[in-house]
């Protein structure tokens, strides 16, 4: 089994930063493919960003590109989220989650192990 936890959020005024971080562990598998992805209240999961294992392959929504970075540790199983001139719409419960097998996937389908999620509000 693969636990996955994310820590980081919090309450940060419009334009502000916050770095959500997230941490693999358990019977771990390699290589894998992690992202983040974010639910605001009453819409549907979206994806936000993805990295492969080497940190060479990397995935933005268009909402979030040149604002939002994506990184991975050294160690490869924790994930960063850097996130700048944040908005109110990115309000959201931030999820990370891991994936099995090859590729990066952009879609929560394409993810087998799933954190319970960090709150980040933005106040205007």
């Known amino acids: 089994q693969v636990q996955v936890v994310e820590s980081g959020g919090g309450l940060v005024q419009a334009g502000g930063s916050l770095r959500l971080s997230c941490a693999a562990s358990g019977r771990t598998f390699s290589p894998y493919a992690m992202g983040w992805f974010r639910q605001a209240p009453g819409k549907d999961r979206e994806f936000v960003a993805a990295?492969?294992?080497?940190?060479?392959?990397?995935y933005y929504a268009d909402s979030v590109k040149g604002r939002f970075t994506i990184s991975r540790g050294n160690a490869k199983k924790t994930v960063y989220l850097q996130m700048n001139s944040l908005k109110p719409e990115d309000t959201a419960v931030y999820y990370c989650?891991?994936?099995?097998?090859?590729?990066?996937?952009?879609?929560?389908?394409?993810?087998?192990?799933w954190g319970q999620g960090t709150q980040v509000t933005v106040s205007s």
């Open positions: 990295i492969s294992w080497s940190g060479g392959s990397i």
């Open positions: 989650a891991a994936a099995n097998g090859v590729g990066v996937p952009t879609n929560a389908y394409g993810y087998d192990y």
